[in-house]
């Protein structure tokens, strides 16, 4: 072969090398970019004065003096809307039967439209659901929410051998004639006065329990249950971890009974996730009763299960790594076996041991299907710390899973979902990143 | 085979191998090795690379117990007592017979934790006790002027020559009656190695010092008596002084010329 | 200062025993705690195989692994688990023709390409691409990508395609470090002893290393499709959950159904009280995952453990 | 040193025993598992229970109504969401474990199928329902629409939505292999509202602006036509107890909270129908 086309074909080898690690890379930013920046949504967003005000009334965060200064503000522009609604009322019953019954249902539809957008009328029975006690929270969604009010979403159905195409009406058009018709330009002029959008950060979201299924609120108990579980799977992995790891590179003597063990461990690592959460339910819920029901404690056990492999492979490694030398000149110096284990050997263990931990640490963090059946909850109070032995709690991954697929109002509680997802994957690069530094720290501390 | 048993009275033997073998699996590396060594001297052993003087030196204090394909055979008497017998303590042993490896060791640890690993193996707690015993140790091995403002300091920080100096420091804390020393200068710089054959020659007399070497210039500056060993099999012992001017066996002159080694 | 050494080396009988009690009982418990992992094990086992035994007695093996009726619910239920087990087979080929090319050309440019600094920024990549947890890709995939792949045409955004390419993202990390792992192993002596002889980089990855490595790069595919294999949250959301075998077989905007996601879904509202079949069967599954799973591991023990 | 360390080890040990005597100063706690489509419900007087009674930690999970009956025959949960009535094999499992379950209608729920709103069809038989869920009609142009193929979807198998429409619609006949299953009400909406062709059955309550619920046998379903027994697709939806609770316990305020004005507003909010108004 010609150098030429040799030295070519290096560089295309080098060129396709580069091209894959640069398409993880896309991967990754394709991956982390939508849900950075809808998650950060779900902190920083323009909230309405409806949001402050809820978020004074049900959480006491705000100033009271300058919400209700600025509350007084909204309703004084408010106060038109609702009158031009009640005047046109009586102008209604003057119109022709036809007429009437069309606007009549315009009305109707304005109407919840209307509360959707500012809350429940005034001078009507406060509604048991939270979230029909308030308007739009969300600038963004208000300013959807005034599309509904401003124009009648139609479908044009003219070609029945086709999909229908969708209209969006005015519905200022029904109204042409009427009283009513200014109502339209004054909402779309008014409506920043009647819901005074302001930049917020509510970063209450990461310390806040949730209101009326999410809708409202953060995401305190999922966050805490979260990190239960997580810690609560290192309780049981980690120490049970080091101990086997110790044994196996330690004191085992290489044979069948050790190959077999490994054998086994392998296969632990490989047993799919949903068939811990079965087992989980089946043994320590149904079989040996840890708690009466789904709790924390029985997530945490079967989350102990999943990451045991990784903790003990990941122990076993960082105590092989220790060189020799140091259990010579322990031993040397008269120290008993397990005095030297204890005392030099895992110390110097520690960096490879931490880091191994704590990203099992996220893993556990992250897993859903071993706590569907075992720990996972969709509404329930944050727990205190002994509560977690006998009371499931909700957490990050399963309500992430469970509000982008089983909640009723899947579509206007996005952002509390990426801010989920954000808050996840945050926790678990967190972990990451700890465990990097700490593994930093101590190779400095160790090596001086 | 030589008799060092004309050489040293029984009195004197501090550590007495008879017929003493160590076999790797099916491969005898020591061969059947009958060797008195003098209380309180240094006896150097010397030999070309593989011949076996390091599995003897680790014998001594049954540091072979850690490879786990070795095993030893005849007896190596010390204190009167078969320390290959079944009833041994271990930790007792090595307690009384310290060793000096070929690199510097120290753990990962400060320099004074270092060299109080072993007294507080030996159950003293008390601060003030442990500082005079480090002290002592550090003085002794001749670094306590270069570290005794930075005890709290990593011991891994210290240089090459400075680590085996703290290492031999810390094996002294423990108060041996033996020290072995594994080539301890192998890693070390000239300047270091001074230091260390200087240490030697002052620890002399209240330790018996057993010192592996493949350097025979070391041997014949620090030792008192010098052993040569090949292929596993203890050729020749004697003074030092002796062994080197006139060696009595041929093999030994051989290797002492640089004709092979 | 003297200490208070015992003087004698040997062990009074009383002693003797009671070291070796100490050292065996010490080392009996570590035993115990390493052989946890091998009891959980058999305890997964006996707990899959105890309910899944039960189901085969009735139904044989035949319709589950051959009938392509998944009626679980109907009365009286049909079993054939055929294009459940072709679904699992479809995304986790999807998976792989996705993750091993990328996965190896990267490890091998991790290794042996990229300069050191570059290799530092890059390797923390791998790193968050496995930490990322499951349930954020499956979220990733069904509530951005499912839509982007409909925009794109297809009838479902839920479907074949998807799945693949998430998990494919999934197993990359997996297969990039172990791979990785296997190429540093190789060593710089024959990395030198290539070039030497006058070989370009590429002659010498492609002629010598990676051959050399070939058991661990293996290795690090077995274990990436077992990553695939046993993920549940991304197929169960994003696979479309229909028990069918695409028509034709290669139709990747097809939904299908597959093993984790049928036990995961299911297992909510099966009959456990009464043990009906459709609950035996869900574990007829689980135990088949297992025996998979087993089987993988195995492979790759095999591969590494082999004599080069 | 020493002591500090005693210290610490002291106080840990006191702060465990506290908080081991402190079990019995849990708050109250009432479990509720099951149905997915029960779980709006029960999430909804959750967090309304929770609000009025502080110190009751009311947990919902939602895992199926299979699994809420299991729970409820092991004593795991007090009360059971389910989308469909016990069947006779878990009441005698339950009978045998010495649990009584004891139904409660917390609501009306029907089953509205579901086309993307671009679909021009505006109601379908019972029989053309069936005939596309069994994959004799294929194309949107057979029943009166476009040139569109069917994208049919369903509820996961084990599900209670299934097992109704499986018996109100299909006649339990099998439905056709291509059909698409989805874990819940809430994916089941959301593949319709993102695919044209998609036809889809979900609950009362999923019902919204983003997709178009179609009259069955001429009529379209809402609160009336289903109170009445008008619409053909309609079920009851049970909260299952062991017994029925005990007056004043908070398990007895809990379930009865349908019964009172808040609660059936509640339920009317969420999209279901109050039973109060038979």
Redo the contacts between chains.
């Keep these: 072969m010609q150098l030429k086309t040799r030295k070519f074909i290096n560089k295309l080898f080098s060129g396709i090398g580069i091209t894959s690690v640069v398409i993880m890379t896309a991967f990754l930013l394709i991956l982390l970019t939508p849900i950075t920046y809808k998650g950060l949504g779900a902190i920083f967003f323009s909230g309405t004065i409806e949001y402050r005000m809820l978020n004074y009334k049900e959480f006491g965060h705000g100033d009271k003096e300058n919400i209700e200064k600025e509350f007084a503000k909204a309703k004084t522009a408010r106060a038109p809307v609702y009158l031009q609604f009640d005047s046109f009322k009586k102008e209604v019953k003057k119109l022709e039967p036809k007429k009437r019954r069309e606007i009549k249902n315009q009305l109707k539809e304005i109407k919840e439209a209307l509360k959707e957008l500012l809350g429940p009328f005034p001078d009507t029975p406060i509604p048991v659901l939270l979230r029909n006690q308030y308007g739009q929270t969300r600038w963004k969604n208000a300013q959807e929410k005034l599309h509904h009010v401003l124009y009648s979403e139609e479908w044009d159905y003219s070609d029945p051998t086709k999909p229908g195409i969708q209209v969006f009406v005015p519905r200022k058009k029904y109204f042409a004639g009427t009283s009513f018709e200014s109502f339209f330009p004054y909402l779309e002029k008014n409506i920043k006065k009647m819901l005074l959008p302001k930049f917020t950060c509510y970063w209450q979201f990461l310390t806040d329990k949730s209101k009326d299924a999410h809708f409202f609120g953060g995401i305190m108990p999922e966050i805490l249950g979260t990190i239960y579980l997580a810690l609560g799977a290192m309780i049981f992995a980690v120490p049970l971890g080091i101990l086997a790891a110790i044994y196996l590179s330690e004191y085992a003597n290489p044979g069948k009974i050790i190959s077999f063990l490994r054998i086994c461990m392998g296969a632990l690592a490989g047993v799919p996730s949903i068939v811990f959460g079965l087992f989980g339910l089946a043994f320590f819920i149904n079989t040996i009763h840890v708690s009466n029901s789904k709790s924390v404690l029985a997530g945490s056990m079967t989350l102990a299960l999943l990451i045991l492999p990784t903790v003990i492979r990941s122990a076993e490694e960082a105590i092989k790594a220790v060189p020799n030398t140091y259990r010579e000149a322990s031993l040397g110096l008269g120290a008993g076996k397990w005095h030297s284990v204890w005392t030099i050997v895992l110390p110097s263990a520690l960096p490879g041991i931490l880091t191994g931990t704590i990203i099992s640490l996220g893993r556990a963090a992250g897993e859903t299907a071993p706590i569907i059946f075992t720990a996972a909850v969709s509404v329930g109070l944050p727990l205190k710390i002994w509560e977690t032995l006998s009371q499931p709690t909700p957490a990050l991954s399963w309500n992430i899973y469970n509000l982008c697929t089983e909640h009723e109002a899947v579509d206007e509680i996005r952002h509390v979902q990426y801010g989920m997802v954000f808050v996840l994957i945050a926790i678990v690069l967190l972990f990451n990143l700890t465990a990097i530094i700490a593994r930093a720290r101590i190779m400095k501390k160790l090596r001086g | 085979m030589p008799d060092t048993n004309l050489i040293i009275e029984e009195k004197d033997a501090h550590i007495k191998a008879e017929d003493f073998s160590v076999f790797y699996g099916n491969n005898e590396a020591v061969k059947k090795v009958n060797m008195r060594i003098p209380k309180g001297k240094v006896t150097a052993i010397i030999g070309p690379s593989g011949c076996g003087k390091s599995t003897y030196l680790r014998a001594i204090n049954r540091m072979n117990d850690l490879i786990p394909i070795c095993r030893a055979d005849g007896a190596m008497m010390f204190d009167k007592q078969d320390i290959y017998a079944s009833n041994i303590d271990v930790v007792s042993l090595r307690q009384r017979v310290g060793m000096v490896f070929q690199k510097p060791n120290p753990f990962p640890k400060s320099i004074f934790d270092n060299v109080a690993y072993g007294p507080r193996l030996l159950g003293i707690k008390k601060k003030a006790e442990l500082s005079e015993i480090v002290e002592h140790s550090l003085k002794k091995s001749a670094i306590w002027d270069e570290v005794k403002d930075r005890l709290k300091e990593n011991a891994l920080c210290m240089s090459g020559g400075q680590q085996q100096r703290l290492c031999i420091a810390r094996a002294l804390a423990v108060q041996p009656e033996i020290l072995l020393m594994d080539e301890p200068t192998s890693a070390l710089d000239p300047k270091a190695t001074t230091k260390i054959e200087d240490l030697i020659g002052e620890l002399c007399g209240d330790y018996t010092i057993i010192i592996v070497t493949h350097n025979m210039q070391q041997a014949a500056r620090v030792s008192d008596f010098t052993a040569f060993m090949y292929e596993g099999i203890l050729i020749e012992f004697g003074i030092t002084k002796n062994l080197f001017e006139k060696p009595r066996e041929k093999q030994t002159e051989d290797y002492i010329t640089g004709r092979f080694g | ?6 003087q ?4 009074s ?1 009383k ?2 025993t009671l ?1 070796w009690l100490g050292s065996s009982i ?2 009996g418990f ?2 115990l ?6 009891v ?5 086992f006996w ?2 195989v105890k309910d899944a035994i039960p189901f085969f007695a009735e139904k044989g093996f035949k319709e589950f692994f051959t009938g ?8 009286p239920g ?1 079993f054939g688990a055929l ?1 459940i087990f072709v679904g699992t087979i479809l995304v986790t080929l999807g998976a792989i023709i996705i993750a091993v ?3 190896i ?2 490890a ?3 290794s042996d ?2 300069p050191f600094k570059i290799r530092q920024i ?1 390797k ?6 496995a ?10 995939a ?3 990508f ?2 982007f792949l ?1 925009s794109l045409g297809a ?4 479907n074949v395609l998807n799945v693949s390419i998430i998990l494919g ?1 999934m197993a ?1 990390p997996t297969i ?1 470090s172990v791979a990785e792992d296997a190429l540093q192993a190789v060593g710089k002596d024959l990395r030198e002893g290539s070039y030497a002889l006058g070989a ?4 010498t ?2 002629k010598v290393i990676i051959p050399a490595a070939a058991s661990g790069i293996t290795a690090a595919v077995v274990l990436g499709i ?1 990553r695939a ?5 991304v197929v ?2 994003a696979s ?6 695409p028509e034709p077989i290669y139709n990747v905007l ?2 299908v ?1 597959t093993l ?1 996601a049928t ?12 043990g009906s079949m ?2 035996h069967v869900l ?1 007829a599954m ?1 135990a088949s ?2 025996a998979i ?2 089987l ?3 492979i ?2 095999w591969i590494t453990t082999r004599d080069p | 040193m020493n002591t500090n360390k005693l210290n610490v080890l002291i106080l840990s040990i006191v702060f465990i025993v506290i908080s081991f005597l402190c079990t019995p100063c849990y708050g109250e706690k009432i479990v509720i598992d099951g149905s997915t489509t029960v779980g709006p419900i029960a999430k909804a007087f959750a967090e309304y229970y929770m609000g009025k009674n502080k110190g009751v930690n009311v947990t919902v999970s939602e895992s199926g109504s299979g699994n809420g009956a299991k729970s409820l025959i092991n004593g795991t949960c007090q009360i059971a969401d389910m989308s469909r009535f016990m069947k006779e094999k878990e009441f005698k499992a339950a009978a045998n474990n010495g649990i009584m379950p004891v139904a409660h209608v917390v609501a009306l729920d029907g089953l509205p199928i579901l086309v993307h709103p671009s679909n021009p069809i505006k109601g379908l038989t019972i029989e053309q329902i069936r005939d596309i869920y069994l994959g004799k009609i294929k194309n949107w142009k057979d029943v009166g629409g476009p040139n569109l193929k069917i994208v049919k979807i369903s509820r996961d198998t084990n599900s209670g939505t299934y097992e109704t429409f499986e018996k109100l619609v299909m006649n339990k006949e099998k439905l056709a292999k291509d059909v698409e299953y989805v874990g819940s009400n809430g994916a089941a909406r959301q593949r319709v509202q993102k695919t044209k062709g998609a036809i889809s059955y979900a609950g009362l309550g999923f019902v919204d602006k983003t997709v178009k619920a179609l009259e069955i046998n001429g009529i379209y379903p809402n609160q009336e036509t289903i109170t009445s027994g008008v619409y053909p697709i309609a079920r009851p939806l049970f909260m299952f107890t062991d017994g029925y609770p005990k007056l004043g316990t908070e398990l007895y305020k809990f379930i009865t909270i349908y019964l009172s004005e808040d609660g059936q507003e509640i339920v009317e909010s969420i999209g279901f129908i109050p039973v109060t108004s038979y």
């Excluded at chain 3, 959980?40 to 997964?44: G, Q």
């Excluded at chain 3, 294999?229 to 949250?233: H, K, R, V, Y």
Aim: a negative charge; hydrophobic letters at 50%.
């Design positions: 200062m003297h200490y208070n050494k015992k004698s080396l040997v062990f009988k002693d003797a070291q010490g080392k570590l035993f705690i390493a052989s946890f992992s091998a959980i094990v058999f305890l997964i707990f899959i392509t009726n998944w009626y679980p619910a109907a009365e049909e294009p090319p990328v996965g050309c990267a091998v440019c991790l390409i990229l890059a923390p990549i791998v790193e968050m691409l930490a990322v947890p499951s349930v954020a890709y499956g979220f990733f069904l509530v951005i499912a839509p409909q009838t479902t955004g839920t993202i990359l990039v370009t980089r590429a002659e990855l492609i077992m294999i046993g993920e549940t949250m169960w959301m479309g959950n229909a028990a069918q075998i097809q939904p159904r984790t036990i995961a879904g299911d297992m909510g509202e099966a009959d456990h009280v009464i459709r609950y574990f689980a995952l297992l799973s087993f993988c591991n195995w790759s023990e």
